[in-house]
Nanobody, 126 residues
Framework: QVQLVESGGGLVQPGGSLRLSCATS????????IGWFRQAPGKEREAVSC????????YYVDPVKGRFTISRDNARNMVYLQMNSLKPEDTAVYYC???????????????????WGQGTQVTVSS
């Protein structure tokens, strides 16, 4: 059974940092692209970042470029999102998601992703 479980969210002051973790199980992470998404209250879910399965290429949406870093450890079945210089507008529930790939690929399009975690709340406030 495919599972993704996020952790590491919480309350942080503006300018602070958090590291989100996504523990995966039930599938071989090497064969899946992984993305991080977020959903703020009253807004649609949006992409944050994705990472390819093997060469580790990464992609980010403009609002988080230079502040967030996605990484993965296929041997440990873990994916991470390091978030620095957090802003109030980063407040949202953050989700990790996965889809099977047959060649090196990752996308920021939500519709590609078949498996989702339950989310972890990130609140940036003073």
């Amino acid at each position: 059974q495919v599972q993704l479980v996020e952790s590491g969210g919480g309350l942080v002051q503006p300018g602070g940092s958090l590291r989100l973790s996504c523990a995966t199980s039930g599938f071989t992470l090497d064969y899946y692209a992984i993305g991080w998404f977020r959903q703020a209250p009253g807004k649609e879910r949006e992409a944050v970042s994705c990472i390819k399965s093997r060469d580790g290429s990464t992609y980010y949406v403009d609002p988080v470029k230079g502040r967030f870093t996605i990484s993965r450890d296929n041997a440990r079945n873990m994916v991470y999102l390091q978030m620095n210089s957090l802003k109030p507008e980063d407040t949202a529930v953050y989700y990790c998601a996965a889809y099977r790939i047959f060649f090196e690929h990752c996308t920021l399009l939500l519709s590609y992703y078949d498996y989702w975690g339950q989310g972890t709340q990130v609140t940036v406030s003073s």
